[in-house]
């Protein structure tokens, strides 16, 4: 079991938003520490989409973004699209482990 | 320019080790820590340690502790992950991914995030 807990699958129909919950507590996302998103298409390695909770590296668009309240933080994807199909994962730090922890992912759909 | 290649697909019996190596840019190895991250279908993105390419110290995650190295060639800008005793619940993909280091008057440190990950390398453990 992954140490931060996302849901398994979400779907919307193209043009619509859809957000993806991560939740973690108080040795990871509680204790302040950042929270990142990775996209992963099908047969491809992760890759950054949101860092440092809220911020887009260069080439992401803006209709991805991210937020970070207590012990949870979310994904949204506003307009969906076709191409953003894949399986998006939440990432921190847990101070009890002393290493990167991860959410187990969650599937997009569009319908 | 990509920044972290990764060596190709793996196939070991139970017990065998395996080794795999990430080589990364000259930019790469200069600024960033290496990470070593697993993925399976039962366990999803696992943490399995860090190691600092230009010297060589490693921190490991408790859980492969003892079976797991992680060492560096600065010649070649190339660092290296092996496990030993391999076990069937080996098979994954593993990647390895870059952390930038930050320094500054209290010290260095690492951002805890990867901006970029190799390709992946497949290990297949069976008999």
């Known amino acids: 079991q992954s140490v931060l807990t996302q849901p398994p699958s979400v779907s919307g129909a193209p043009g619509q938003r859809v957000t993806i919950s991560c939740t973690g507590s108080s040795s990871n996302i509680g204790a302040g520490y950042d929270v990142q998103w990775y996209q992963q298409l099908p047969g491809t390695a992760p890759k950054l989409l949101i860092y440092t909770n809220n911020n887009r590296p260069s080439g992401v668009p803006d209709r991805f973004s991210g937020s970070k309240s207590g012990t949870s933080a979310s994904l949204a994807i506003a307009g969906l699209q076709a191409e953003d199909e894949a399986v998006y994962f939440c990432q921190s730090f847990d101070s009890s482990l002393s290493g990167a922890v991860f959410g187990g992912g969650t599937r997009v759909t569009v319908l | 320019q990509v920044q972290l290649v990764q060596s190709g697909a793996e196939v070991k019996k139970p017990g065998a080790s395996v080794k795999v190596s990430c080589k990364a840019s000259?930019?790469?190895?200069?600024?960033?820590?290496i990470h070593w991250v697993r993925q399976t279908p039962g366990q999803g993105l696992e943490w399995m340690g860090i190691?600092?390419?230009?010297?060589?110290?490693?921190t490991y995650a408790q859980k492969f502790q003892g079976r797991v190295t992680m060492t560096t060639d600065t010649s070649t800008s190339t660092v290296y992950m092996e496990i030993g005793t391999l076990r069937f619940d080996d098979t994954a993909v593993y990647y390895c991914?870059?952390?930038?280091?930050?320094?500054?008057?209290?010290?260095?440190?690492?951002?805890?995030?990867?901006?970029?990950w190799g390709q992946g390398t497949p290990v297949t453990v069976s008999s």
């Open positions: 991914a870059r952390d930038l280091e930050i320094c500054g008057s209290d010290g260095c440190y690492t951002e805890n995030w990867f901006d970029f």
């Open positions: 190691i600092n390419p230009r010297d060589g110290s490693t």
């Open positions: 000259a930019n790469t190895f200069t600024r960033y820590y």
